[in-house]
């Protein structure tokens, strides 16, 4: 990584590489970590896979990893562990940290022409506040009963009852798995529900709250720069859809995360002190262990909780969006179609994406006369959607279409993301929904969103803006044989999830084999483990790009792929301080197909050749 | 070269509709519908089915017709075209007319599975437990089984305060629901520990199972899979597959394991030979297992 300091002393390595308050540094730390960390998520998938291929069989080699007790299997309990902590890791430490932490602090100040963020200290802590959050994560295998079990969801009362929760104190249930290599060893925290919903759910709530407080950290700086720091003519209007996409997705985060970090804080409180925030009034009793009696509400969860994640859930999408205009309108060398139809859809998106949540809560025993409302706001999300997609294709329309990696990795955005946004709505249909509740459907849907979608927009990304973080170009040829290989493997690992759905087959079943109207879809489970391995195994290319690609790709200059936006006119990699020269900014970022020597003018270039400004 | 991407996207497309199309053959598709009300929530998923599938195609279609068409080549110019707002409001309303459409045809059939009394569209009446019903059964959750509940005589005199007590008279099952064919059948859902998800396939019938409330469902099923032979006391399958029941919301390790079975009686007579049967049995040998109180009398209410 070259970085040249062009700007007063020359800082310590330290201060320039790992404590730094350079927004670029702290974009570049976030995809870094994302990167581990979706290779530690990629791992558990795989793990999970595996089991639901061959649910009889003894692991080969891997299952020498488990502890004795379980005889060379993955006892039921790991099983719910993985798909715990797989999808609690690629949510929060993959994809919402690489959508917001490194395209957030790495593009907004240079798309919108400013020296940096307005709090560089903030954001600098912003990324440090992860690391707690990623130590504790990783810790929490290792405790006793090993890491949380309740599902990415955590619903009580499977994960707040503790031992404290005014459980008799009692031994440790008979049969029950504990890691052999446990630390934090306390009896008076095991919880009867689960081994994992002990310490291990402690865990998952405290590192949950730190990437709360760094996503809190990084909103406000992003809403406060976008809003205060622009470059002299950047009116908003103006704006890059990337920078439209971040600001709402900004603000959609600083509304909802406090209700987020409530919930966690609460289901803490249970879990420490003994507080019933979501323990019914007659309490529970797990065999012959009875609670006390409680006080709350074990719904009010689910409300919070999807008070915050449904928003999350388009906090995981829409930076995907905006990256994936840009770059469509880059390489399609043509003015974005409907600039701004696209930034009110996104308003659009955000707004309603409040007064949806119910959804997830159809079969909750929430009141079924909610559920009609719930319904037909959700269904209207899928019409922005929809506008977006069209003003997609008509973008490509009449287009001349260069297809890089970034454009190929953008384009599947548009195809996938029309898989996952129609799936929603079978989902969103109350009286089918019942059915589809918690089946495959779900995950089906789940993974054309996030994994075909919003990790498609994010390759493409890191693709597209590559040269200006590191001053070099990725390998075209490794990055389309990566595309073209995660598309196809991509596909077959998660369509057939619809027909499992269809089947009936549930979510988050152990060894789904011993129900007999599932059994003729077990073939397909192994054809999408196989899949999901290849898929997997694919991903390497990509880390192998990025080093590779960092040390010896060919030099870029400052705007390879003849972009229009600011951040192309800074020097590849950008100097602390990013422009030589605050750029002024004469017009919208989607001048493409002029006539003339260049078919593009850049939204700070100064001459007014034959210039057709739009706003 | 350029031609190959549209066409990757093409294949990939198409393979995703080739076993949409081979799927019901295969029998990878909706299980056997048994339910009074299946048949809407069928329709209604093959109105959303060719909905979505009429704007998968077309989106797919363009895409993948733009792929090829506007590859960058010799003398092909992009143009410079900024926008079109008629084109704009014909992508938003159609889109929304349809969708507002699908919306609205949903709301009879989940006002049926939801005991949703409409007369009008608003106000709606929550008729809760009052509907009628020719049985009543108490089902409680707990890990990892599901524990059954049967009244002498099918219909308590107080069904929620039934609900939510325990009486040794009942007829205590685990993992077995019975009912018989056309039967009103309504079930009062509990759970003693965390939350379970009591999933019928066939029925199209799904609710979670709260702590601290009773919730109720009901159904009606229009097919019958057993009758029973009072001479030899065994229960004699009639249908091919047996129905299963399954649970659907999380609840721990064992969570796959709370399956249970369906047994549909060929009418109320045999019915109430097996329950008689079942009944004298349990005298004899077994000592029921009480059901725990768990819900503070919220009287089926949600
Ligand atoms: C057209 C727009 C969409 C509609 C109509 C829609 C609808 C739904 C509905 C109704 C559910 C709940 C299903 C159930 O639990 O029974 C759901 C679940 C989910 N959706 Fe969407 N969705 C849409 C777009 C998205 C997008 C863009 C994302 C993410 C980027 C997303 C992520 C999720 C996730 C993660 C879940 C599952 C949560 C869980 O239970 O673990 N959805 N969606
Ligand atoms: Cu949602
Ligand atoms: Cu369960």
Redesign the interface.
């Known amino acids: 990584m070259s970085h040249n300091d062009s700007h007063g002393t020359k800082p310590g390595f330290l201060s320039t590489y790992l404590f730094s308050e350079d927004h670029k540094i702290i974009g570049i730390q976030f995809l870094f970590s994302g990167l581990i960390f979706f290779a530690i998520g990629g791992i558990l998938a795989l793990l999970v896979r595996l089991q639901l291929a061959w649910p009889d069989g003894n692991l080969p080699y891997i299952g020498r990893w488990f502890p004795q007790s379980w005889g060379g299997k993955m ?3 790991f ?2 562990m993985l798909f715990t902590m797989h999808a609690s890791v690629m949510i929060f430490f993959v994809i919402i940290p690489w959508l917001t932490g490194a395209f957030g602090n790495f593009l907004i100040p240079l798309m919108i022409g400013a020296r940096d963020m307005a709090f560089p200290k903030l954001n600098m802590l912003s990324y440090w506040v992860m690391w707690p959050a990623f130590i504790i994560i990783m810790s929490s295998f290792f405790v006793d009963g090993g890491a949380a ?3 990415w969801t955590g ?4 994960s707040n009852v503790g031992a404290e929760a005014g459980l008799e104190k009692s031994l440790p249930k008979a049969g029950d798995p504990s890691t052999p290599y446990s630390i934090l060893k306390d009896d008076s925290y095991n919880s009867p ?3 994992g919903a002990g310490m291990g759910q402690i865990f998952w709530l405290v590192s949950l709250i730190f990437v709360g407080i760094g996503s809190m950290m990084g909103s406000v700086n992003y809403i406060t720069t976008i809003l205060n720091m622009r470059a002299p003519g950047m009116n908003l209007m103006r704006m890059p859809l990337t920078v439209w996409s971040l600001f709402i997705t900004a603000i959609l985060q600083a509304l909802a995360l406090p209700v987020l970090t409530v919930a966690l804080m609460l289901q803490l409180l249970d879990k420490l002190i003994a507080t019933s925030f979501f ?4 309490g ?4 012959n262990w009875h609670t006390t009696p ?1 006080g709350g ?3 009010l969860w689910q409300h919070l909780f999807w008070f915050y994640s449904h928003p999350a859930v388009y906090i995981m999408i829409l930076p995907a969006m905006g990256v994936v205009s840009d770059i469509i309108a880059t390489f ?10 696209m930034v009110f859809s996104m308003a659009t998106i955000a707004g309603l994406g409040f007064i949806v949540w119910g959804h997830h809560m159809f ?7 909610l ?2 409302g719930f ?2 706001a959700t ?2 999300i ?2 922005p959607s ?2 977006k ?3 997609w ?2 973008t ?8 890089s990696t970034a454009m ?1 990795n953008a ?2 955005f ?2 996938m993301f ?2 996952g946004g ?2 929603g ?2 989902m ?5 929904d ?2 589809f ?3 495959y459907f779900i995950v089906a849907h789940i993974h054309y969103v996030l994994f075909m979608s919003s990790i498609f927009g994010i390759f493409a990304g890191i693709t597209f803006w590559f040269p200006k973080m590191f001053g070099k170009l990725m390998n075209e040829p490794l990055g389309k044989i990566h595309f ?1 290989l995660t ?2 493997f991509g ?1 077959l690992t998660f ?2 999830m ?3 759905g ?3 087959h ?1 979510r ?5 084999t ?4 599932l059994e ?2 077990q073939p ?1 489970n192994q054809f999408m483990t196989i899949s999901a391995i290849l898929l997997g195994l694919t991903q390497i290319l990509f880390v192998i790009n990025i080093f590779y690609s960092v040390f010896f790709g060919p030099k870029a200059d400052k705007n390879p792929w003849n972009s229009n936006t600011l951040e192309w006119d800074a020097p590849s990699p950008p100097p602390h301080g990013n422009f030589e020269q605050i750029p002024i900014v004469s017009r919208g970022p ?1 001048e ?3 006539e003339g020597p260049s ?1 593009h003018l850049m939204q700070s270039a100064t001459t007014g050749e034959g210039e ?1 400004t ?1 706003e | 070269m ?1 031609k190959c ?1 549209g066409l ?2 093409a294949a ?2 198409i ?2 509709i080739a ?2 199309a081979i ?1 019901p053959a ?6 056997r519908n048994i339910a009074s ?1 299946g048949a ?2 069928d329709h ?2 093959n109105l ?2 060719i ?2 599938g009429f ?2 195609v077309l ?2 279609g ?2 993948v017709y ?2 090829i068409r ?4 010799d003398g ?9 707002t008629t ?2 409001l014909v ?2 309303l159609v ?2 007319s349809i ?2 459409y ?2 609205f045809a ?2 009879p ?2 006002a049926k ?4 009394e409409i007369d009008t569209l608003f106000p ?1 009446t ?1 008729k809760g437990s009052n509907i009628e019903s020719d049985l009543h059964v108490t089902v409680l959750g707990r ?1 990892w089984e599901w524990r059954m509940r049967y009244p002498q005589g099918n219909i308590p005199a107080e069904p929620s305060v039934w609900a939510d007590s325990g009486n040794l008279n009942d007829l205590h099952l685990v993992n077995e629901l019975h009912a018989w064919k056309d039967a009103r059948v309504k079930i009062h859902l509990k759970t ?4 379970h ?1 009591f ?1 019928l ?1 066939n029925l ?10 009773i ?1 109720p469902m009901w159904f009606q099923p229009i097919e019958a899979n057993v009758r029973y032979n009072p001479r030899t006391k065994v229960l004699e399958e009639i249908g091919s ?4 029941i ?12 709370m ?1 249970g079975k369906l047994f549909i009686h060929e009418s109320k007579q045999d019915y109430e030979l097996w329950f008689a049967d079942a009944l004298k049995n349990q005298r004899l040998h077994e000592s029921p297992r009480p059901q ?5 009398g919220n009287g089926g209410q ?1």
């Open positions: 006892s039921p309990e099983y719910t079990s309740s599902g619903y009580p009362t499977l529900a689960a081994p323990l019914p009034p007659g529970l009793s797990f065999g409680g509400q074990p719904l399609a060398r043509k003015p974005m179609f409907g600039y701004k139809p079969q909750s025993g929430m009141d079924p006369r559920g009609t319904m037909l269904i209207l899928a019409v929809a506008i997609t069209f003003n294709l008509a490509l329309w009449g287009a001349g279409i260069l297809y190929l384009l599947a548009v195809s029309v898989i129609l799936s709505i079978f969103a249909a109350t009286p089918v019942v059915y509740h918690d089946t073209a598309f196809i596909n369509f057939p619809h027909i499992l269809i089947g009936g549930p988050r079943y152990y060894d789904p011993i129900y007999q109207y003729n879809l397909l989607y493409y197909a002029l078919d057709k739009h | 350029q991407w990757l996207f990939v497309n393979a995703a076993l949409f799927s295969m029998g990878w598709w909706l299980p009300y809407d929530v209604l998923f959303i089915l909905a979505t704007f998968f989106t797919q363009i895409l733009v792929m506007f590859a960058a080549r092909l110019k992009a143009r410079n075209i900024h926008g079109n084109l704009e992508w938003t889109p929304a969708l507002i699908i919306g949903q709301i059939t989940w599975m939801k005991y949703i709606v929550y890990q003693q520990d965390v939350i998800s999933f396939p199209r019938l799904k609710q979670d199972a709260l702590p601290g409330k919730m597959l047996p129905w299963e399954a649970c659907a919301e999380l609840c721990g390790g064992n969570h796959y394991r399956r725990p109180i768990v819900a503070a949600p």
